[in-house]
């Protein structure tokens, strides 16, 4: 149960838009599409933003979106507003029925 | 609404046990699969625990393996995760999950606020 592999860290400047990469395996990222991705402000609960891959939960921004290649997801934020800075984590079901999460990105917004 | 409100956390000497309650409400509880998902102080998620919407499905982590029970008490829309031997390294906040789906821990899609567990001497 490795824990999925995401950068430490991203940035970018308000308006421009940024991608976190969520790497996995065949076993958990690259079999199943039951990848989502959460947005953690400090001292908050995690909030779902993309489940299924792709998919919006109702009151999600469609500046978030989900894609899936093999077995690496991205998440892509565009048009970066303030409150988007926050840390972000993946997470994905697995061949052995867990559940697994990304180790998290910290995004700054510029 | 979906509400999720966490309890029992505190501090623990290592090797103790502690159990831990989640009161839902706003939803068909046993229509979906829940989670307990923990965060050890500035550090990322991880999952823990999960159990089936009707109870006859429980998941585990291999960290919680053999230590850590998972149950939930339909009839009073509570889940419970029991957690005996407690490590150090258990210290975290404890989120309690529910998912989109009935059978298996796919997607947490409503959190709680946490419970914190603090293990030390």
């Known amino acids: 149960q490795s824990a999925l592999t995401q950068p430490a860290s991203v940035s970018g400047s308000p308006g421009q838009s940024i991608t976190i990469s969520c790497t996995g395996t065949s076993s958990d990222v690259g079999g199943y599409n039951y990848v989502s991705w959460y947005q953690q402000h400090p001292g908050k609960a995690p909030k779902l933003m993309i489940y299924?891959?792709?998919n919006r939960p109702s009151g999600v921004s469609n500046r978030f979106s989900g894609s899936k290649s093999d077995n690496t997801a991205s998440l892509t934020i565009s048009g970066l507003q303030a409150e988007d800075e926050a840390d972000y984590y993946c997470?994905?079901?697995?061949?052995?029925?867990?559940?697994?999460f990304g180790g998290g990105t910290k995004l700054t917004v510029l | 609404e979906v509400q999720l409100l966490e309890s029992g956390g505190g501090l623990v000497q290592p090797g103790g046990s502690l159990r831990l309650s989640c009161a839902a409400s706003g939803f068909t509880f046993s229509s979906y699969a829940m989670s307990w998902v923990r965060q050890a102080p500035g550090k990322g998620l991880e999952w823990v625990s999960a159990?089936?919407?009707?109870?006859?499905?429980?998941y585990y982590a291999d960290s919680v393996k053999g230590r850590f029970t998972i149950s939930r008490d339909n009839s009073k829309n509570t889940l419970y995760l029991q957690m005996n031997s407690l490590r150090a390294e258990d210290t975290a906040v404890y989120y309690c999950?529910?998912?989109?789906?009935?059978?298996?821990?796919?997607?947490?899609?409503?959190w709680g606020l946490g419970t914190l567990v603090t293990v030390s001497s």
């Open positions: 159990m089936s919407g009707s109870g006859g499905g429980t």
């Open positions: 997470s994905s079901f697995t061949a052995s029925s867990t559940l697994v």
């Open positions: 299924d891959v792709s």
């Open positions: 999950a529910k998912d989109r789906v009935v059978v298996v821990p796919a997607t947490p899609d409503s």
